[in-house]
């Protein structure tokens, strides 16, 4: 199955992950840290055991703040 | 994943806390922590001004939020942005202060180098030749402190358990031991008239839980960090304590309180090293004879 990501507003992309995937399983593969990001899909704030779906739309937002 | 409190639907989970909280219970425990926290440390006295240090940043924004919430019964809660001048960047988190500011009713002040200074941060570091990290840092805490003084009481900052920690561990690595023994809930162990004293709520609260708490409650204030922002060092902490606590969950916050039992057995025999003068130029307090502000003024001046 394939989610659209959008990280950071700076890109957007597809991504390829195994049927039943979860946020984490995203996470890792775009090894990022979920202790630096909160993830949403339409707004709603996903915890990492969240099943994600084909066709999703997901944003990655970083916590850090810079100034 | 379900809420500990409820079993509903959870937004967030919390390992050190060995925790998971649906929206609204995160937002309740978040709030009675940060006021366990304000009340403990007795940062927040009733009547006082406080003047919120507002970059326009999820953090600040999220502070100012909370403070207008739980204290404008008991205290006068006050807005204080320094815009330094940093074209294409500033004028976003303006905007996003004014939005803000107006929607909650809370009096925001902007304060400007160029007004101030008669230059901007892109100006002045053209001028002087110097990376703008330097004059921003020295310029923008002579502003804070000084409008803080003249709107309010104390100056709250928005510094959370990730700033605080990774603070700890670079002036260790560094061996800076003034700078270290400074770090606290009220930063300073200096006394002066002109010192406005200031307070950091949201301290043993991690970053990661401020942009929850910001998106819960519609502050959409994400932005990409400053253009100059010169922080490889606090990037390399940075990265390694958070690698560090996804493995042993609540490393952070032992930082932090391991640093608090420490400091307040060294406060008890300290002597700070320099002394504590006023600047002869400004009047602002200052371990030098002339303070950083206006010995970069005078450089500017000459440039």
């Known amino acids: 199955m394939e989610v659209e990501v959008e990280y950071l507003f700076e890109w957007k992309k597809k991504v390829k992950l195994k049927e039943k995937a979860r946020v984490k399983d995203l996470l890792e593969k775009l090894e990022i840290n979920p202790e630096t990001v909160v993830v949403r899909r339409e707004k709603n704030i996903l915890t990492s055991d969240e099943l994600l779906k084909d066709g999703d739309k997901v944003q990655i937002i970083s916590v850090v703040s810079g100034g | 994943m379900r809420c500990s409190v409820c079993g509903k639907k ?81 004028e976003y988190t303006i905007k996003l202060v004014k939005k803000y500011c107006e929607e909650w009713e809370i009096p925001y002040k902007i304060v400007s180098f160029k007004e101030e200074f008669g230059n901007s941060l892109d100006e002045i570091a053209k001028k002087l030749k110097v990376i703008p990290c330097t004059p921003c840092g020295v310029f923008r805490r002579y502003l804070l402190n000084l409008y803080s003084k003249k709107l309010g009481d104390k100056l709250a900052t928005a510094h959370n358990l990730d700033d605080e920690a990774q603070s700890v561990l670079m002036n260790v690595f560094q061996n800076d031991f003034n ?61 390694n304590l958070n ?33 504590f003068n006023t600047c002869k130029i400004c009047g602002q307090p200052t371990p030098f004879e002339i303070c950083s502000a206006c010995s970069l003024l005078e450089k500017l001046r000459h440039s």
């Open chain 2, 179 to 239: 700078k270290f023994i400074r770090l606290g809930p009220i930063s300073g162990v200096r006394k002066h008239s002109q010192f406005a004293p200031r307070i950091k709520p949201f301290r043993l609260i991690s970053e990661k839980e401020v942009m929850v708490y910001a998106l819960l409650n519609n502050i959409e204030a994400m932005h990409n960090p400053c253009p100059y922002a010169e922080r490889a060092f606090r990037d390399v902490v940075k990265d």
């Open chain 2, 243 to 275: 690698d560090y606590e996804l493995k042993h969950p609540g490393a952070k916050l032992n930082v932090v309180k391991n640093f608090d039992k420490l400091r307040k057995n060294i406060l008890k025999n300290y002597k700070e090293e320099k002394t």
């Open chain 2, 10 to 90: 959870a937004v967030i989970e919390i390992p050190y806390l060995k925790k998971r909280f649906c929206a609204k219970h995160f937002i309740q425990s978040f709030e009675r922590r940060v006021k366990n926290y304000i009340r403990k440390e007795n940062l927040i006295k009733k009547g006082e001004t406080i003047v919120v240090g507002n970059s326009g940043g999820k953090d600040s924004l999220s502070l100012l939020y909370f403070l207008k919430r739980h204290f404008s019964k008991t205290n006068k809660i006050v807005s204080l942005t320094i815009n330094e001048g940093i074209k294409g960047y500033r």
